[in-house]
């Protein structure tokens, strides 16, 4: 008979424990946002962090041990993304009769979302390597460190500013488009897609179809063109 | 299901290749996006494989975050001091850019009479 300290050490060495641990987190935060009616405030992103975390700190495991098993999921964020082409496909027809509305909601929320958070940012006396780390927190991971980079941020600071953004916009859009009572799914997701990336398009598939395959669209068009914009802008907060 | 998989992921590599080669600044996996939209557009056959796993996928996007937010929590550090300010500038313009592309969506989709079918 092994103790469960042995047992656990062997099962750490593997990739097994944590990848199942990072279901078993998930399935138990779905079904609690499921309990609470898929309310905002119950984030299924969220609430499987918190769970996780709270594991990781009682067992003392660094992170990259539990990436080691995880990274099994998080690599199919990319394969996702290439799936997003299916509810676009779907949508093909709807979308292309409002090509100049999404064009339009894509440029304004942008160019907000670029422009606002610097602003506040610096007037609150944010320095300008961090600023750099900001301008991009709008857009889907990969491409938010890509432009942090060429702007003179931080990786590291960009992926955090990145989930952060993504989570806050998945927990206020429901309420705030409510309060704006803006009822087409299509500007919703579009909106939320462009200012909370694949965080924010994954709340949209739970709310509506139509919202999430507008909101797939926003964050792509998103992605393109703050790293287009995200230099200019940020030269003017210098 | 392996079909599907096997031209999702050849997609994904496609894109990545052509993003790199060309120096652009469009993450692979979008250009990867692009080409599966429109192989799907010219095949309706190749549509019908890839639908039912793409949807699957999709169904829970939510998951595919929670790595990298794990990942989060033991940088949150890394905003300092300046936290408050970090927090604060990403609640306001999130909210601001949410509510910003939303109205001017229904702005322009109402002056170009795009109404949802």
């Known amino acids: 008979m092994h103790d469960f300290a042995e047992i656990w050490s062997y099962l750490a060495q593997g990739p097994l424990l944590w990848l199942t641990l990072t279901l078993v987190a998930y399935v138990i935060a779905d079904l609690i946002a499921e309990q609470a009616g898929r309310k905002p405030i119950a984030n299924p992103v969220l609430i499987a962090v918190v769970l996780l975390g709270l594991m990781l700190w009682a067992t003392g495991t660094p992170y990259a041990v539990y990436f080691e098993g995880a990274q099994f999921v998080h690599f199919l964020l990319g394969p996702a993304t290439v799936a997003l082409a299916v509810p676009m496909h779907a949508q093909g027809a709807r979308l292309k009769r409002a090509i100049l509305p999404v064009l339009a909601g894509v440029s304004v929320g942008s160019v907000v979302a670029v422009t606002s958070a610097l602003a506040i940012a610096k007037a609150m006396g944010v320095d300008m390597e961090t600023l750099a780390s900001l301008a991009p927190k709008s857009t889907t991971a990969p491409v938010a460190i890509g432009i942090a980079q060429t702007l003179g941020g931080s990786p590291t600071l960009t992926a955090v500013l990145v989930i952060l953004t993504g989570i806050t916009g998945a927990l206020i859009a429901t309420p705030l488009l409510n309060a704006l009572r803006l009822k087409d799914w299509r500007a919703r997701g579009l909106a939320v897609g462009t200012a909370a990336h694949g965080i924010g398009t994954a709340r949209a598939f739970q709310v509506h179809p139509t919202a999430g395959a507008f909101a797939g669209i926003g964050m792509g068009l998103n992605a393109i063109l703050t790293a287009l914009i995200a230099p200019a802008v940020l030269r003017l907060f210098l | ?117």
């Not at chain 2, 975050?65 to 990942?71: I, L, M, S, T």
């Open chain 2, 1 to 117: 299901m392996i079909r599907a998989l096997t031209l999702i992921l050849l997609c994904q590599l496609a894109g990545e290749a052509v993003a790199r080669a060309l120096g652009l600044p469009v993450p692979g996996p979008v250009l990867g996006m692009a080409l599966l939209w429109a192989l799907m557009s010219g095949s309706a056959s190749l549509a019908e494989i890839v639908r039912p796993v793409g949807e699957g996928i999709l169904r829970h996007l939510s998951l595919l975050f929670v790595p990298a937010g794990v990942g989060v929590i033991g940088h949150l550090d890394r905003l300092g001091s300046q936290a408050l300010a970090l927090g604060l500038a990403i609640v306001v313009s999130t909210a601001l850019a949410i509510a910003a592309g939303a109205l001017a969506f229904t702005l322009v989709a109402r002056l170009t009479g795009s109404r949802d079918a």
